[in-house]
């Protein structure tokens, strides 16, 4: 072969090397086929093999709502604490000052609310804005004063214990004691139509307004309801003052059927809430045998046993701490609620990303699920 046809036979598959390359060039160019051309040169000819794919997909957006263990659900913000006197710790002693009504109050430190505080980090604080004598319906009527005042929507925790003044039970108490024995044998049995009166009334209209009430204020916040302790014995020896084994039988009964319904209530409140969004929720605290073995009349009571007072006609009236919890009564609240609050409902919580993000990244940083 002669140098000239060597010459020109390079010339060719310099030309051709040039003109795969140009074409390279210009299907790189073209978004939509430099991939599936790119990858056909690179099979043909082992030129192009490095070309860059289409752009990865954009970052998928975080999920709006962020499911997190009970304990941190009841935590990441706010506890407000509300109810009567069985909230506030009246009859625990160790009073404090905390509104212009304190003297009506009667907010201890030693009450349930303060012991969670305790045993919880809650990232907002507590705000105690329950008191001794608050009637349900009375909250409802007027959402806007004190204890609704009190729940933001960074409110994480709410607990909330009304329903006795409701019923009426301290002037059922009073009328069940103040009263010479064995002379009116139904002083305390013979109330029970109007306690069922007005316990119905409460479940038609207070409760329903109570949970809707909240839920606006706090809509990612858990929401306990706590029910009352039975605070006599349920097998009563014998007589305590002025009430017959019967008497104590038959207000347990009463505190009973009212947290029954209370219980059933609450129960289906959160079962529409979870089929709705999962988010916060509504939950019973189970305190009917708190006190067992402590009750009126043990050895070592949890509940303040009978007390009188100078009043009305008949020279004595019933102080008001009279069958409210001690100190160890507190405790032993406190130790319900903080179970609840370990355990929670029996299905996943949530709370939105967006009310979280409110907090800042510091409590953020410290759920699951990020």
């Known amino acids: ?25 210009v299907l790189a160019a073209v978004p939509v086929t430099r991939g599936a051309i790119g990858q056909w040169l690179c099979d043909l000819t082992g030129i192009g093999c490095e070309l860059p794919t289409q752009s990865s997909p954009q970052e998928r957006e975080p999920d709006p709502l962020i499911q997190v263990d009970p304990s941190e659900a009841a935590t990441w913000g706010h ?45 907002g604080g507590l705000s105690v804005a329950a008191c001794s004598g608050t009637r349900g319906s009375t909250i409802v009527s007027d959402p ?39 002379l009116d044998r139904d002083a305390c049995t013979g109330q029970q139509g109007e306690i069922e009166q007005r316990r119905a009334e409460f479940f038609d209209t207070t409760f329903d307004g109570l949970l809707t009430e909240a839920r606006d204020r706090a809509p990612d916040a858990r929401l306990l309801v706590v029910g009352y302790p039975r605070i006599f014995p349920s097998d009563p020896s014998g007589m305590y003052y002025t009430l017959s084994a ?30 709705d969004n999962g988010v916060g929720s509504v939950e019973y605290v189970e305190v009917t045998n708190a006190f067992q073995g402590h009750e009126v009349g043990t050895d ?32 032993a609240l406190a130790e319900s609620v903080a179970t609840q609050i370990g355990e929670g409902p029996d299905r996943d919580l949530y709370v939105t990303r967006e009310t979280i993000d409110q907090l800042g990244p510091e409590v953020m940083a410290a759920l699951d699920g990020l």
Not at 147 to 167: A, K, R, Y
Not at 247 to 273: K, T
Request: include cysteine.
């Open 246 to 275: 019967e008497d104590q039988v038959w207000l347990n009964d009463m505190v009973d059927v009212f947290n029954d319904e209370l219980r059933d209530a609450v129960a289906e409140a959160d079962a529409e809430l979870a089929d």
């Open 144 to 182: 806007d004063a004190e204890q609704f005042g009190e729940i933001t929507e960074l409110t994480s925790l709410v607990t909330v214990g009304v329903g006795g003044n409701d019923l009426g039970f301290t002037d059922v108490m009073t009328s069940c004691m103040v009263r010479v024995p064995f």
């Open 1 to 25: 072969m002669g140098e000239g046809t060597r010459i020109r036979r390079g010339r060719v598959i310099i030309a051709a090397v040039a003109g795969t390359v140009a074409i390279v060039v």
């Open 79 to 123: 506890y407000a604490a509300l109810g009567d006197s069985y909230s506030s710790g009246d009859g625990a002693d160790d009073y404090t000052s905390a509104t212009p009504r304190d003297e009506e109050c009667y907010r201890s430190a030693n009450a349930y609310p303060q012991q969670l505080v305790g045993r919880y980090a809650f990232s």
């Open 300 to 331: 070592s009571a949890w509940v303040n046993g009978v007390l009188f007072e100078r009043g009305d006609s008949l020279g004595v009236s019933v102080d008001r701490s009279t069958f409210h919890p001690t100190a160890d009564g507190q405790r």
